[in-house]
């Protein structure tokens, strides 16, 4: 299901786990697994193929993701950049509480 949107993902499947997909046409087309995780937290990793955007794939995906997490007992975490605009999208149609900000120092 992920070779023909997320080739990437195949050989790190096993270490991203909990992951869970929006499947079309059997496809997947939005994914959500765990970027970084530890015995305390997880961070998504979430990804939608560009043909699939903006139909509210990668807020499910993230829910059913999140939700696994806190019923594990562990703290969902979602990140994204300054310039992300989508993905800044996506967090504000969680709800989500922003919780701290990236400095960079040169």
Not at 11 to 36: H, I, K, M, W, Y
Request: hydrophobic share 40%; proline share 2%; glycine share 4%.
């Amino acid at each position: 299901m992920l070779r023909s949107h997320f080739p990437d993902f195949l050989d790190d499947l096993e270490f991203t786990q909990p992951c869970f997909a929006v499947v079309r046409n059997g496809s997947a087309v939005s994914l959500c697994c765990s970027a970084r995780q530890t015995s305390i937290c997880a961070e998504a990793s979430l990804h939608t193929a560009k043909s699939y955007r903006g139909k509210g794939y990668a807020v499910d995906v993230s829910n059913a993701w999140a939700a696994e997490i806190q019923k594990q007992g562990r703290i969902a975490l979602y990140s994204t950049s300054w310039d992300n605009f989508a993905s800044q999208s996506v967090a504000r149609k969680l709800h989500l509480i922003k919780y701290g900000t990236d400095i960079h120092m040169k």
